[in-house]
């Protein structure tokens, strides 16, 4: 790929001009960003090639991801992606020059087809398609753009934020390699009364299961009859649901896919020659919203 065009002496120049603009926006959290939305422009202070790399391993992308990026200057980490790792993807920026930039980018690297740059305000910009997202913007950005984020994108989805995290999320992963890196994974939305029916050595069984989530954290159980059984282990990653209930003196791990308002996967119970794997399913009675 290119070399893309900003130089040390670029990257200064860039840093003392917006300088000032910086420390208001640093000192007034409202301030920096996107037309109509704030107050000044957010400086644009481009990532190390390093950086691009660390994001975009972080991610893990591959060829069958889309990756947007949100504030995408000269464009590097969608142009890198598609280059490097086969993948196609967009980025949206304020400043029309670097718009115009980061397509010519795209064009010397070859990849002009899979990477598309546009002069939009990234609060207004359909974010459904991606499967990575990546960020490298003011803290305050970042957090304004949360609910657009997890209301927009598909459960699974992962989130790469350079230098200023997500408030309130706890990342999956925070890597620091001479930047600091947070990847986050969108969860599914799992809140609320569900009725599962599984296959367990004892025979067919059904519960009613209830549940309360603050994003990736869920917690919950099962009530039957003369009781309630807690789960333990319980996870959410994206898409993926997993806990364990003890029944009968036997406990049965669940391991599944969460698909709208269905959740189906396999329970195992027992160990080695005892062990049996069985399918369950769930289907939500009613949805509540999630806690915070």
């Not at 069984?205 to 059984?229: C, H, K, N, Y």
């Not at 806990?243 to 698909?259: L, N, Y």
């Amino acid at each position: 790929m290119s070399r893309l065009p900003v130089t040390r002496r670029m990257r200064q120049l860039r840093v003392a001009a917006f300088l000032p603009a910086l420390l208001v926006a640093l000192a007034h959290p409202a301030a920096g960003g996107q037309a109509g939305t704030l107050d000044i422009p957010t400086p644009y202070l481009p990532s190390t090639q390093v950086a691009v790399e660390e994001m975009l391993r972080l991610a893990e992308v591959g060829p069958h991801d889309v990756v947007v990026d949100l504030g995408s200057g000269d464009g590097r980490i969608v142009v890198t992606a598609a280059a490097q790792l086969g993948a196609r993807g967009f980025g949206v920026d304020i400043d029309e020059k670097l718009v115009a930039l980061a397509n010519e980018n795209a064009r010397r690297a070859g990849v002009a087809e899979r990477a598309r740059f546009y002069h939009r305000d990234i609060f207004a910009t359909d974010i459904r398609e991606a499967t990575v997202v990546t960020l490298y913007l003011l803290s305050s950005l970042v957090n304004r753009l949360k609910p657009k984020l997890l209301a927009e994108l598909k459960p699974g989805t992962r989130i790469v934020a350079h230098d200023y995290g997500i408030d309130g999320w706890k990342p999956e992963r925070t890597v620091t390699i001479s930047k600091t890196y947070y990847l986050y994974i969108v969860p599914a939305q799992v809140a609320g009364k569900w009725r599962l029916d599984a296959t367990l050595p004892g025979g067919e069984r059904t519960f009613d299961v209830e549940l309360s989530q603050q994003l990736q954290e869920i917690r919950g159980g099962a009530r039957v009859t003369g009781g309630f059984l807690p789960f333990f282990e319980a996870r959410l990653a994206g898409d993926r649901i997993r806990f364990a209930i003890v029944d009968e003196h036997h406990s049965h791990h669940f391991d599944g896919r969460v698909t709208g308002s269905l959740m189906e996967g396999t329970v195992a119970s027992g160990i080695g020659r005892a062990k049996a794997e069985n399918r369950w399913r769930a289907t939500r009675v009613l949805r509540v919203a999630e806690e915070g």
